[in-house]
């Protein structure tokens, strides 16, 4: 983000530079107040110069800024939520999941171990895990 911010800053000011540097002059009759010419071109040099340099910098910043994140854990992010959300959507698993294994571990249907779950019925493991060898042959 710092060096987006930086290179969109000093492509501004570059840019700022060479088109303030040549930009139209004054005539004597327009002018009200001493310096009035440079007071408009520090102005107008500092509004172009400022919001283009933070345009690019922002744009830069935020695409260097999320392929940075995606590359060191953003991407477990979203394949986390994107999967929640196909289960969801296919009706298979509830949205909250967290809220569902506590319901059944008040239930007793299951017992929290750690950070994870275990059935507590030894005939209903048994049956799961009969399944699920069945499923790998």
Known sequence: LIFGL???LS????FGLIFGLSGSEMLIED???PNQGIWLSLRSGLIFGLSFGLSVGLIFGLIFGLS????VGLDAVIQHVSLRFVLHRAGVAPWNY???LEHAENHRFIQRVGGRYRFVHDLLRTRFAERYQALER
């Open 31 to 33: 002018k009200k107040v």
């Open 6 to 8: 930086i290179f969109g």
């Open 68 to 71: 940075v994140g995606l590359s």
């Open 11 to 14: 492509v501004g000011l570059i």
């Open 98 to 100: 967290a809220c569902f």
